[in-house]
């Protein structure tokens, strides 16, 4: 049988890490003018592209990068060094691509991979759980669908959409084309942070869509897709760490070679001032202990991922607690850290051709989508009560 566990037995063909860094270094050079001219990502997403990343997870033998979780979210965090909106394009292709093959039946997602790998495909999303469901209904053979959703995530760029819709009482998660007739984008993402994310609204009227393109019809559903969510959740965790750390290396960059010492420090060079020394290594430390949680937590998603179609509830719950703490950190060390290195910068580091401001902008703007007090609250529900609340789409 194929294996379609998204996790190959052959050894990666790409250097990731490098090639990541390659990737990170032109989306640096020019990010602060990206950010301000607020422009469709076409460009960046060919640089994803070229570079082998969209297929890093597809296995070998479907013509992928056979790369594991771990290589994907060590990517995602070190885009999101150099741009935090670029890194969430990339985490949720994987995200997406992901839900479509574990509900996939094993033909449907082996003939899925293959043709992403082909087609240098990208893939993005429709399912806020907030909005009203999508419909589904038959028509012959095959089926309509009709809805609409806000913060559709990579879908106007899209080459495949992964979404739910509602039928007969119960929901299916399908596929479709980006371009499929019906389907139209509101181009109308307009937050102050992420701002190169394509997150506006869809709409889908009166669109065909193929019985294949129903993913898992009638077929029991694996354990491991109780891992979707979490995987998401972890993803986000590394984009948020990763955009801690490129927020504190632009003050580390500008400390040393602008920023002047207080006149009451009584050194000569702003790196060797006392308060900011102490100030940086408090952000350090916090940025240290996010990547050890996150690294921690990458384990354990791992783990029981490898576990398959053997995998209990409560290994779920286990790995789910481990990177709902990640969670919890790596969001409010990334919040204060993209706030707290103006204190170290100075005034002048306000300047907008600087655009430091960017970090904080799309940390404040992304961790509003999930109430980070929600996770402590299921960090805190399984440390005492050994259980994840139940939260469709979220938990």
Do not use: C
Not at 36 to 51: C, I, K, S, T
């Amino acid at each position: 049988m194929t294996n379609l566990s998204l996790v190959s037995d052959h050894p990666p063909v790409i250097d990731w890490e490098t090639s990541a860094l390659r990737v990170a270094e032109t989306l640096r050079a020019d990010a602060a003018a990206r950010d301000r001219a607020g422009q469709v990502p076409r460009r960046e997403l060919e640089l994803l592209r070229a570079a082998g990343l969209l297929a890093l997870l597809n296995p070998a033998e479907h013509g992928g990068g056979g790369g594991s979780f771990g290589d994907a979210l060590r990517v995602v965090r070190l885009i999101a060094r150099a741009d935090a909106s670029i890194a969430q394009l990339l985490s949720y292709h994987y995200l997406h691509l992901v839900n479509a093959l574990w509900r996939g039946s094993p033909a449907q997602a082996e003939r899925l991979s293959r043709a992403s790998v082909a087609g240098r495909w990208f893939w993005g999303g429709a399912s806020n759980p907030r909005d009203p469901e999508s419909q589904l209904t038959a028509d012959g053979s095959d089926f309509r669908l009709n809805g609409r959703k806000t913060f559709a995530s990579n879908a106007s760029l899209a080459d495949r959409i992964t979404l739910r819709a509602e039928i007969d009482g119960g929901f299916q998660v399908l596929t479709i084309a980006g371009d499929r007739a019906g389907v139209t984008h509101g181009n109308d993402w307009d937050a102050f942070g992420q701002r190169l994310t394509e997150s506006g609204t869809i709409r889908f009227d009166n669109v065909w869509v193929s019985r294949d393109e129903v993913l898992g019809i009638g077929a029991p559903l694996s354990p491991r897709v109780s891992l979707v969510v979490p995987l998401h959740q972890l993803l986000i965790v590394n984009f948020y760490v990763g955009t801690a750390e490129g927020a504190l290396g632009e003050a580390n960059a500008y400390i040393r070679s602008t920023a002047r010492p207080w006149q009451a420090s009584g050194v000569s060079e702003a790196r060797q001032d006392p308060y900011i020394l102490e100030h940086f290594g408090e952000l350090d430390v916090a940025i240290r202990a996010a990547v050890a949680l996150a690294d921690v937590a990458g384990a354990e998603l791992e783990a029981a991922m490898a576990r398959g179609d053997d995998l209990t509830p409560a290994e779920r719950h286990k790995a789910a607690a481990a990177i709902y703490a990640a969670k919890v950190n790596s969001s409010r060390t990334a919040l204060d850290v993209t706030s707290r290195i103006f204190e170290l910068m100075g005034a002048r580091a306000t300047a907008t051709s600087y655009g430091f401001d960017r970090f904080w902008r799309n940390i404040r703007t992304h961790t509003l989508h999930d109430p980070v007090f929600y996770k402590a609250r299921e960090v805190g529900n399984y440390a005492l009560n050994g259980t994840i609340t139940a939260t469709p789409l979220y938990s």
